[in-house]
Nanobody, 121 residues
Framework: VQLQASGGGLVQAGGSLKLSCVGS????????IVWFRQAPGKEREFIAR????????DYSDSVKGRFTISRNNAENAVYLQMNSLKPEDTAVYYC???????????????WGKGTQVTVSS
């Protein structure tokens, strides 16, 4: 059972990146999928969540209006489109799977390895 996040990289402020979270041995359609991020010296924080089917999502205030979470259960994948990136978005981004509508780290059943996003000013 594995989640794999990918798509990170180095981008200039104002640019865009699209992260992917793919399940291996895990059907993502059975779970809420949540994106977190962790900047150096800071705690891991919730940024976006999508429900099983994909008709319900929510975001942290820090990314609302700039990031969009979506899913394609046929591809067993969840995506995070990140637009208008800011230097403060620099962090390691993680995807996680939860069987319930939680937003805290303790609610997550499975975690993927992170992908680094660096936004230069």
């Amino acid at each position: 059972v594995q989640l794999q996040a990918s798509g990170g990289g180095l981008v200039q402020a104002g640019g865009s990146l699209k992260l992917s979270c793919v399940g291996s041995g895990l059907s993502l359609g059975n779970y809420y999928i949540v994106w977190f991020r962790q900047a150096p010296g800071k705690e891991r924080e919730f940024i976006a969540r999508i429900n099983w089917i994909g008709w319900s999502s929510d975001y942290s205030d820090s990314v609302k209006g700039r990031f969009t979470i979506s899913r394609n259960n046929a591809e067993n994948a969840v995506y995070l489109q990140m637009n208008s990136l800011k230097p403060e978005d620099t962090a390691v981004y993680y995807c996680a799977a939860s069987g319930r509508a939680g937003r805290s780290i303790g609610d997550m059943f499975y975690w993927g390895k992170g992908t680094q996003v660096t936004v230069s000013s």
